[in-house]
């Protein structure tokens, strides 16, 4: 079957060992109907299902928060991540030298994500969508324009790139666009302050990537360090372009704002920024586990943040930074390097709370009837009574996904 048909799953009863509706305990030995995209029902098995899924998962279907799938086609992370402005030289290198189109890559993103059971993603876009037409077939998307820009030429370029994004989408309440302000080295005060004005006029949501390197603090609170050189050398820093004292707080008060926000990474968010999160409920910290492992940063404060009541969520970044798009992968590695932490707080990350930092939790994150029929199957290795380490065993892992009732993948066979 083509990834991208047309197979429906409406009409179909699935049943597994274990349903995770995420808003309540599993269900054993459990049932879902799906009924003209949505879920008609979630219980105990009924007599006469379609579909006898085995020894198997069903879970809301997986939300990649933060992708960049112009990037799909290479093999393994880009070197050397330390320094990190050597890690930048590689990408811009390879972004010149790129041997397939971006639009293959980010079909292959896609066709990627959808294998690991993922139904949503949040992309960082730049190059190849236009080419891109995306089907019912295939993840939903939420599009986060990148704009970059330094020089007064390209502020004022990228102001009118967000301006007609604005313009395309206003008024529409089902848009999947956002904006995505780069990072504090490669946006000017400026673009940043009329980018976040944009969004919030024309009710986008942003996304940014904060505090996620040491040398990027630097930066903002002296104006020196590595990025400065790198930034010298790609002919676009400006003496004074950061008050000196600067900090990610400052760029995170100027989101108060806007009507959703990312902030991605978040490695190096000090007390008071996490208290500030915590104030703004808009606001979410996408966590990149994985790539956070490669550029070895500090640990991450992300169990401090969900401790404070800020909305943390997962994403899987791009194969620059990662060996793969399973965002299944990242919940596990966080299961082994944090076995304290409750499996069903990790298995938050990646469906309800992704769900609430896109500000769809009214209708997809969890398992309930009515909701959109957007689900993962897990195939569960081993067959003892906790669903919890069975989810997490070695050898569970995703088989397919349905997204609005329609099948990503073959179904699988039992």
């Known amino acids: 079957m083509d990834r991208h048909g047309d197979t429906q799953a409406d009409g179909v009863r699935l049943q597994a060992r274990w349903l995770f509706p995420v808003a309540g305990e599993p269900i054993e030995n459990g049932e879902i109907g799906i009924a003209s995209g949505r879920i008609d029902y979630v219980g105990p098995i009924r007599s006469g299902s379609t579909l006898d899924l085995g020894n198997s998962a069903i879970l809301p279907g997986l939300i990649n928060a933060h992708t960049h799938l112009e990037f799909s ?8 991540p330390r320094p990190f402005a050597s890690w930048i030289g590689s990408v811009v290198q390879w972004r010149r030298e790129r041997k397939r189109p971006a639009a293959e890559a980010i079909r292959i993103g896609l066709d990627e994500s959808a294998r690991s059971g993922v139904t949503m993603l949040a992309e960082i876009a730049t190059s ?7 089907s019912e077939g295939a993840p939903a998307v939420v599009r986060f324009q990148e704009l970059l820009g330094l020089t007064d030429e390209a502020i004022t370029a990228q102001v009118e790139t967000a301006e007609s994004i604005a313009d395309a989408v206003k008024d529409d309440p089902q848009s999947r666009f956002g904006l995505s302000p780069h990072t504090p080295f490669t946006v000017h005060p400026e673009l940043y302050r009329r980018t976040l004005e944009i969004a919030r006029d024309a ?5 940014i990537h904060l505090a996620e390197t040491t040398e990027e603090l630097q930066l903002l609170a002296g104006g020196t360090g590595p990025l400065v050189a790198m930034l010298r050398n790609f002919g676009v820093w400006q003496e004074g372009l950061f008050p000196p004292g600067s900090r990610p707080l400052d ?9 959703r926000a990312l902030v991605v990474h978040g490695n ?4 008071d920024e996490i ?6 409920p808009h606001v979410s910290v996408v966590y990149c586990p994985r790539t956070h492992a490669f550029f070895q940063h500090s640990p991450h404060p992300w169990r401090t943040m969900l401790a404070r009541g800020v909305n943390v969520t997962l994403g899987t970044d791009s194969r620059a930074s990662n060996p793969d798009l399973n965002l299944w992968d990242e ?10 932490v409750p499996a069903e707080t990790l298995l938050r990350l990646v469906t309800s709370n992704a769900a609430r930092a896109l500000g769809i939790d009214a209708d997809r994150g969890t398992l309930a009837a009515g909701k959109a029929a957007d689900l993962a199957l897990f195939k569960l290795d081993g067959d003892g009574d906790d669903p919890w380490r069975a989810l997490l065993a070695p050898g569970s892992r995703p088989v397919a996904a349905i997204r609005s009732g329609q099948w990503l993948s073959d179904p699988p066979t039992t």
Do not use: M
């Open 275 to 280: 208290d500030w999160l915590a104030d703004h």
């Open 251 to 259: 760029w995170l008060k100027l989101l108060a704002d806007v009507p």
């Open 73 to 80: 086609t290479i093999t393994s992370p880009l070197q050397p």
């Open 203 to 207: 009710n986008l949501p942003v996304a």
């Open 268 to 271: 190096y968010l000090e007390s």
């Open 331 to 340: 919940v596990r590695f966080l299961a082994d390097a944090h076995p304290d």
């Open 128 to 134: 190849g969508w236009d080419d891109v037409r995306l």
